[in-house]
């Protein structure tokens, strides 16, 4: 099968004045459609930094990235955020809504910025998303008004409304307890039996069982001979 995602001896650097600290060495990692992967590892092991390089958030200084078979390694800034808001969908810790519009707005927030569907078309989606996350009564509340697993199962609409083929979370657990977390998670699950390709960072080993591959990041670098280890799950 075609990988969707393929990084090839990627090298990612942070300068901290006049000293490079290696974040990511040597990374390679091949990611096939349909795949559920978690990247676990300590703090400050690069898991952050390895999603933000695939989700176009970060760059990398050295190294290769194919992209459904396409060489993205050099796009510029316009073909990058292009790419990003065509193919992937970001869920956060901190859910990130923003607080001053509804619940309506934060999900509709993607497709004005994308602005090629018109009011009708737009509110189609909307309700269609609340709708799979079980909220669509809360379209008029501020995201405060509601609980966090409520207001994460907001930020996974409004990751969706673009229809990306990808779905990035970095620890969307991490700021609730074990049993919101599961209805989040088995949302994630269904997107994914839906046929959504999922990439989650996670320190919570319960949830391994969602994945179908479990990727470690170790001892503050990622490497792929001495320290990536790749177990499958299933
Ligand atoms: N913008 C930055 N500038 C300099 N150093 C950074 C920057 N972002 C991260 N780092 C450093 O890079 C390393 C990896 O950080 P990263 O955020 O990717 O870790 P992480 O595995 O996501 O950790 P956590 O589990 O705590 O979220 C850390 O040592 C961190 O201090
Ligand atoms: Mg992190």
Do not use: C, W
């Given at each position: ?151 994460q ?18 620890e969307p657990t991490g700021a609730l307890?074990?049993?919101?977390a599961?209805?989040v998670m ?16 996670t320190?919570d080993?319960?949830l ?27």
């Amino acid at each position: 099968m075609n990988s969707l995602i393929k990084i090839e001896n990627m090298e990612k650097y942070y300068k901290i004045g006049k000293d490079r600290l290696h974040v990511l060495k040597s990374i390679n990692l091949d990611i096939k459609k349909g795949e559920f992967i978690m990247i676990m590892g300590k703090s400050g092991s690069g898991k952050t930094t390895l999603l933000n390089i695939l989700g176009f958030l970060d760059r990398f200084e050295e190294g290769k990235y194919i992209f459904n078979d396409e060489d993205v390694t050099n796009l510029n800034e316009n073909q990058r955020s292009e790419f990003r808001n065509r193919n992937i969908g970001f869920v956060f810790q901190q859910f990130n809504l923003v607080e001053s519009l509804n619940i309506y707005q934060n999900v509709e927030l993607p497709l004005v910025y994308d602005g090629k569907l018109n009011k009708k078309e737009r509110d189609a989606i909307i309700k269609e998303k609340l709708e799979l996350v079980d909220l669509l009564d809360k379209q008029n509340s501020k995201p405060l008004h509601l609980s966090g697993g409520q207001q994460q199962r907001i930020a996974i609409a409004r990751a969706l409304v673009n229809n990306p083929e990808l779905i990035f979370a970095d620890e969307p657990t991490g700021a609730l307890d074990s049993e919101t977390a599961e209805v989040v998670m088995e949302i994630l699950k269904l997107l994914n039996e839906q046929g959504k390709t999922i990439i989650m960072v996670t320190h919570d080993s319960d949830l391994v069982k969602y994945a179908t591959r479990v990727v470690r990041l170790k001892d503050g670098v990622f490497n792929n001979e001495k320290s990536l280890e790749v177990t499958s799950n299933d």
